[in-house]
C-alpha cells in the first residue's frame, strides 16, 4: 500500500519564476495538508484541502495556492518565487479533515537562486 | 494561538544513554499532544501521543506524559540506540477545534556508538 507519493524531490527555479508540487494522498484518504519546512525549522502549515476546496490556510501570502481533484490528489503552487521560498515543502494526508490522524510524504525540496 | 516550545539542539549522546527532550505548551484548554519524528530524508511520523491530562503517550521505548501543572510533554527514553537519531517535534492542533498539527521547531538527537 503506497503513502504519500509527492513529486518532484527536488526542483531549482529561479526568482520570480512559478513552481507547481504535487501530491498522492495515502490510499483511502480524502484530505490533504501543505507545509513548509525551512532548514533547522519546524513544518508550517500552509492549507488544507477537503472535498476540493481549501478549509483551512496558515500564515502564508496569496502567492501560496492549491487545488484538489476528484481523485483527492492535490497541487501546490507558488508564484514570483523568492529566495525565502527555498524550504522542504511536505504534503500530509488524512480521512475526515484529520480526525484520524495524518500521514506524511518525504516531501519536495525547493531551491530559489 | 496555542503553540509548543522545544528545547533546542543537538542533543548529543552515546549508545545505551537516557534521554529527555524537553517540550511546553501553550494552550486554551486541555489539547491532544504529540510527538513526531523525522528520520533524515524522510518525512515527519506520529511517534506517540496523549488526548488528555495525566496520559502517558508510549511508543518503540519511548514515553512522554501530559502534565497540566507544567504544561509540559516532555519525551524520554531509557537507553538510546544509534537508530534514534532523528529530528523530534512536539505538536499540538491548531486553535480552534482543529486536528491540524502545530509543530515546534524541532529538536536534532544524534547518538554514537
Known amino acids: 500500500d503506497a503513502g504519500v507519493t509527492q513529486s518532484p524531490t527536488h526542483l531549482i527555479k529561479t526568482r520570480g519564476q512559478q513552481v507547481t508540487l504535487r501530491c498522492s494522498p495515502k490510499?483511502?484518504?480524502?484530505?490533504v495538508s501543505w507545509y513548509q519546512q525551512a532548514l533547522g525549522q519546524g513544518p508550517q502549515f500552509i492549507f488544507q484541502?477537503?472535498?476540493?476546496?481549501?478549509?483551512q490556510r496558515g500564515n502564508f501570502p496569496d502567492r501560496f495556492s492549491g487545488h484538489q481533484y476528484p481523485n483527492y490528489s492535490s497541487e501546490l503552487n507558488v508564484n514570483a518565487l523568492l529566495l525565502g521560498d527555498s524550504a522542504l515543502y511536505l504534503c500530509?494526508?488524512?480521512?475526515?479533515?484529520?480526525?484520524?490522524?495524518?500521514?506524511f510524504g518525504s516531501g519536495t525540496r525547493l531551491t530559489v537562486v | 494561538g496555542d503553540s509548543v516550545t522545544q528545547m533546542e539542539g543537538p542533543v548529543t549522546l552515546s549508545e545505551e544513554a537516557f534521554l529527555t527532550i524537553n517540550c511546553t505548551y501553550t494552550a486554551t484548554g486541555y489539547p491532544s499532544l504529540f510527538w513526531y519524528v523525522q528520520y533524515p530524508g524522510e518525512g515527519l511520523q506520529l511517534l506517540l501521543k496523549a488526548t488528555k491530562a495525566d496520559d502517558k503517550g508510549s511508543n518503540k521505548g519511548f514515553e512522554a506524559t501530559y502534565r497540566k501543572e507544567t504544561t509540559s510533554f516532555h519525551l524520554e527514553k531509557g537507553s538510546v540506540q544509534v537508530s534514534d537519531s532523528a529530528v523530534y517535534f512536539c505538536a499540538l492542533p491548531r486553535s480552534g477545534g482543529s486536528y491540524i498539527p502545530t509543530f515546534g521547531r524541532g529538536t536534532s538527537l544524534i547518538v554514537h556508538p
Open positions: 490510499s483511502g484518504h480524502d484530505t
Open positions: 484541502y477537503y472535498e476540493e476546496e481549501e478549509r
Open positions: 500530509a494526508s488524512s480521512l475526515n479533515v484529520g480526525a484520524y490522524g495524518y500521514t
